[in-house]
């Protein structure tokens, strides 16, 4: 549990992107301007969605829930709707504001707006975890097939990789 709770929840992307050492500053590659995390582990379901345990032979290994994908997706919206309005540009605010107000004040039955964060990002960097992970966020956040591509490459070349966005 050790390695995942490293991996996912301190924050191995800030450790490989930052240095204390000012005089890194000037070659450095990438430069981190916003931070978001989502804890869950607070709710049951999503504790024990991904678990360390010990089977009737005495071998230790990880059970994954089947409820993985739902807690997962739960997590990446409350990380998008936290992070939309630190790089969306106004207009796509506005946009979202807009479909959001009037639903609420007309009780319409109005489609949610979903932001185009090809607007805000240039690159997109998804967990290669298996061809669904892939493919539901290419869906949900209407990327075209060139913004995946580099996940899907290395989802075919290497497999689960388990934490390959983190070694970006």
């Not at 240095?19 to 804890?39: C, F, M, P, Q």
């Not at 990880?62 to 990380?79: F, H, P, Q, Y």
């Not at 075209?144 to 996940?151: K, P």
């Amino acid at each position: 549990m050790l390695i995942s709770i490293v991996c996912f929840e301190l924050g191995v992307p800030l450790f490989c992107l930052l240095s204390n050492k000012s005089k890194d500053g000037r070659r450095a590659k990438y430069k981190l301007i916003h931070v978001v995390r989502t804890r869950r582990g607070a709710d049951d379901e999503a504790f024990r969605c991904v678990y360390q345990e010990q089977n009737d032979a005495g071998k230790t290994g990880v059970s994954l829930s089947k409820d993985l994908m739902a807690i997962a997706g739960g997590a990446l919206e409350t990380n998008i709707t936290t992070l939309g309005p630190l790089v969306l540009p106004i207009s796509e605010q506005l946009l979202f504001f807009t479909t959001l107000l009037v639903k609420k004040l007309f009780n319409a039955s109005v489609k949610p707006y979903i932001p185009d964060f090809k607007l805000a990002f240039d690159h997109f960097c998804i967990h290669a975890g298996g061809r669904a992970v892939i493919d539901e966020l290419e869906k949900n956040l209407q990327l075209l097939s060139i913004h995946v591509e580099a996940s899907r490459m290395t989802f075919h070349r290497f497999g689960n990789t388990s934490s390959s966005p983190n070694m970006v």
